[in-house]
Structure formats: structure tokens, C-alpha cells
């Protein structure tokens, strides 16, 4: 097993992408792997992306959604887990796979840093801590696909079932109109705390979060 520590500056000058798992990274699958093709990013996936792309790395940080959809991480992914998630599950998952512990803290008004192996600082999702590890790994900006948004599409789609926040298929009760608004807002908010610690993002497909973070993808 090995740790945050091997990661550091080991992708140094290269650009890096995040793949969340909005909808939209079926929606422009072409222009996605074109823009993979050119630009030869170090990749991480989050969550279950791997029946549309198969990142470099995987990252999970969330335990059920790990015990659902980890049995499905291409075996040419290097595997990222966060601290979170038991070793018995990990066994149980993906057995003797090797894989990268991802020791991290995440709390609400805590400070962004990194110290001695740990990460520390509020990211509330494996999207937002995906930009963290990629930093620390020494690349040069942090391009995003897939981070739509809960508001992206209209409320009354997404609860009808005709419009969906995930590319993938699942049994998905969304959070209420007001936990979706809230969600976004507070997603933004680290975004932006992210920049200021000075990584450079970029969102390459359509989202809801503040314009400044739409890329040149589209």
C-alpha cells in the first residue's frame, strides 16, 4: 500500500483532469476524448466513470458508493482510497489489488494544507479532493469534467427521471430543491477556496458554478 506521499510531485508539468460523474461526460463522450487525445492529461476518476473512460487513477473517498461500484475499477487504473473506507472492505472489493491510501481530513472552516502525508481542509466531495491530490502532484492546472452541478438540470426532470445528475444508471432519490441549492453553493465556495490557495481550475464542460471556471472545451 503505499501513500500520499509517493504521489507527491510525481506528475510534475503535466496538466491534470478530473472525471466526476455528472452526466455530461456522456453528453460530449467525443469531445471529451478528443481533448484527452491533444492534451494527454494524468486522469483521475471519480466514483463509477469506469464503463465510459478508464482514468489513470480512480479515486474513492465514499464507502457505499466504493462497496457499490468499486468491483467495477478497470484493471489498468492505479486505485486511490480514501483513509475512510475499512481495510476489510478494501479486501473484500478489490482483494490484493494494490492501491494508494489517501489520508485526509475534511472539516468545515479548516484551513487548505498538506503536512506530513495528511491532507487537511474542507472538500466535502472526492471531486474537490481530486484537485487537491492533483496539485500535489506537481501538475501545472487542474482541468474539470463532469461537475455539473445538483441544479444543473431542472428540478422537475431529475425527479421525473427524464434527466439525470449521473452518468450512470442507479436507483436515485435526489435531495430536496433546497439541499440541491445548498449543495452548489457550497461547492462553489470551494472551488473558490481552492483557487486561492492558488491551484488553477478550469470546468471544461457546462455547469452551474460560477462562470469563471468554464474552460474552452466546448
Do not use: W
Not at 501513500?3 to 510525481?10: D, F, W
Not at 464503463?51 to 478497470?74: S, V
Not at 422537475?156 to 436507483?171: N, P
Amino acid at each position: 500500500m503505499k501513500t500520499i506521499k509517493n504521489l507527491v510531485n510525481s506528475e510534475k508539468g503535466r496538466t491534470g483532469l478530473v472525471i466526476c460523474a455528472g452526466s455530461s461526460i456522456k453528453t460530449y463522450k467525443p469531445e471529451i476524448n478528443k481533448y484527452i487525445k491533444e492534451t494527454n492529461p494524468v486522469v483521475i476518476g471519480i466514483n463509477n466513470i469506469s464503463h465510459l473512460y478508464t482514468p489513470e487513477y480512480q479515486l474513492y473517498t465514499n464507502t457505499q458508493r466504493f462497496r457499490n461500484f468499486g468491483q467495477n475499477i478497470n484493471n489498468k487504473s492505479k486505485i486511490l482510497l480514501g483513509s475512510g473506507i475499512s481495510i476489510k472492505l478494501v479486501k473484500e472489493i478489490i482483494g490484493n489489488r494494490d492501491y494508494t491510501l489517501i489520508n485526509f481530513t475534511d472539516k468545515k472552516r479548516i484551513p487548505i494544507k498538506y503536512s506530513k502525508g495528511k491532507i487537511v481542509g474542507h472538500f466535502r466531495t472526492a471531486g474537490c479532493l481530486a484537485i487537491m491530490i492533483l496539485h500535489l502532484m506537481g501538475v501545472k492546472k487542474v482541468d474539470i469534467i463532469g461537475m455539473d452541478g445538483h441544479t444543473f438540470h431542472n428540478y422537475r426532470d431529475v425527479v421525473s427521471g427524464s434527466k439525470s445528475h449521473h452518468c450512470y444508471e442507479e436507483d436515485y432519490k435526489p435531495f430536496s430543491k433546497e439541499i440541491c441549492v445548498d449543495k452548489d453553493a457550497l461547492i462553489n465556495r470551494i472551488l473558490n477556496s481552492l483557487t486561492e490557495y492558488g491551484i488553477k481550475i478550469s470546468i471544461l464542460t457546462p455547469t452551474v458554478y460560477d462562470k469563471k471556471y468554464q474552460g474552452e472545451l466546448l
